[in-house]
């Protein structure tokens, strides 16, 4: 009884410590300031978060705003750049157009006529062309190139010269671009751009001039042309920016190829041509051609008892003006119609034509009535050598005389006044390289086989392909 007893006061007391007032646990639940502090407490961390959410969306909604601003900038930058490109491309358009218009109009009229003067006159323009352009990059200015060829050609698809000068100065751009090219990864650039001292050759350990080196440098790259040849060859290098030391050697490579065509048929260049002629030889000819009379004048003073018989030719009886031509210098001179040749071919020695244009398989393009003579010519086993100014030799191999020709009114006859009644006849005979014996160039005489040799050195083959229709 004791036991339970005391074990109930024990209880009581255990009891008692729980819920008596003085506890403190219950003074820390009851406390009504620690209610408030947890309140506040809870506000101030909502509004702490809160604020901070606030301060993460502005600084988001800032960098935003600046990243679309960069955005907008650049793309009002590049816009702006495309826009002026676009500007500059019209402007050029139409610039170059009025170009090809002004030279087309002195086609059309005759204003600019023969071979020579056509080339020169093409030459020309493009060489101012690349003066006043303001072209960044080889690529540009060959694109600006190929635009203005493309509208010069495009009314004078038979005039043969065009082409052959457009793709000669396409040639001429692109061979000093590697050269420039090459010289600058071999650092010669530099060196040329330094004074003019003189520096010890590794090579010889001699004491050497910059321009002694310059000029060797070139003679190895002309060496090492294979690469220049190939059509994939460093394409991505028309992109890079232009300089002005460029730009001068592209000028200097067009002059000379003026003063190629203007010079072309000089006595110098034609001393090795003259052997081929003999004293008291009888020449055939037809037409006029600038190259020809320059040579047959020129064999004329070196060769005794030559004689000179013209064949009217063209519609337009320019054989008449070779035979005056001539015969004021003092040729002995004749003049035939184009009806006689077969009767006089057997008197000739020889047969000389000029040509308008020649392919590189060795095929003339002349006026109508060269192929008559060369069949003639061919008959009684006459040698016919054709007169070939190098700037007139094509790229193309092949010439379809039927598909690309042009026709031109016939001449005066006696029933010109009936009606409905019209003549048109070929501008263009086609002479087989079977015909041909022998092509006088600036050179010397060489064979048809060396022609298309000639003509892989002078056209790049990505120009070769070109088409400018």
């Not at 960098?63 to 930058?77: H, V, Y």
Request: hydrophobic residues 35%; charged residues 25%.
């Amino acid at each position: 009884m004791k036991e339970a007893h005391v074990h109930n006061n024990i209880l009581d007391k255990n009891e008692a410590i729980v819920h008596t007032p003085n506890n403190n646990n219950a003074n820390l639940i009851n406390n009504p300031s620690n209610d408030n502090y947890n309140k506040s407490y809870k506000n101030y961390k909502e509004e702490y978060i809160e604020q901070n959410q606030k301060t993460h969306t502005n600084m988001c909604n800032q960098n935003f705003k600046e990243n679309e601003i960069i955005k907008f900038e650049k793309k009002q930058k590049k816009s702006e750049k495309l826009k002026k490109k676009r500007q500059k491309e019209i402007i050029s358009a139409y610039w170059l157009k009025g170009i090809a218009d002004m030279l087309n109009e002195g086609f059309k009229n005759g204003y600019i006529k023969g071979s020579n003067i056509i080339g020169k006159k093409i030459a020309d323009v493009l060489k101012k062309v690349v003066e006043i352009y303001h072209w960044e990059s080889v690529y540009e200015l060959i694109e600006i190139i190929k635009y203005l060829g493309k509208e010069i050609i495009k009314n004078n698809k038979m005039v043969f010269i065009i082409p052959n000068i457009i793709r000669r100065v396409l040639t001429i751009i692109r061979t000093e671009h590697f050269k420039q090219l090459y010289l600058y990864n071999n650092n010669y650039i530099d060196i040329m751009n330094k004074n003019n001292n003189m520096i010890i050759d590794e090579l010889t350990n001699k004491t050497v001039n910059n321009s002694f080196l310059y000029e060797r440098e070139l003679l190895n790259f002309d060496k090492s042309l294979s690469c220049y040849f190939e059509n994939s060859s460093k394409k991505n290098t028309y992109k890079i920016p232009a300089t002005n030391t460029l730009k001068h050697s592209i000028i200097e490579g067009i002059t000379e190829l003026i003063a190629e065509i203007d010079l072309s048929w000089g006595e110098t260049e034609q001393r090795t041509s003259y052997d081929l002629f003999m004293e008291n030889d009888v020449i055939l000819t037809m037409g006029y051609s600038f190259g020809v009379e320059k040579f047959l004048k020129n064999i004329n003073k070196k060769k005794e008892g030559i004689s000179i018989i013209v064949v009217g030719g063209d519609i337009n009886r320019n054989g008449f003006k070779m035979a005056r031509l001539l015969s004021e210098d003092g040729v002995d001179t004749t003049y035939i119609p184009d009806s006689a040749i077969y009767a006089v071919i057997p008197k000739v020695t020889k047969v000389v034509i000029g040509s308008v244009a020649v392919s590189s398989s060795g095929g003339a393009i002349t006026k109508i009535g060269g192929y008559n003579i060369a069949c003639s010519a061919f008959f009684y086993s006459k040698p016919v050598i054709i007169v070939l100014p190098l700037f007139k030799l094509l790229y193309d191999p092949l010439y379809d005389p039927l598909r690309h020709n042009e026709l031109q009114p016939g001449p005066p006859m006696i029933y010109d006044n009936t009606e409905n009644f019209y003549i048109r006849i070929s501008k263009y005979d086609y002479i087989p390289q079977k015909f041909i014996n022998l092509y006088i160039t600036e050179i010397g005489p060489i064979d048809s086989f060396q022609l298309y040799n000639i003509a892989k050195k002078k056209y790049h083959p990505d120009d070769i392909d070109l088409s400018f229709d």
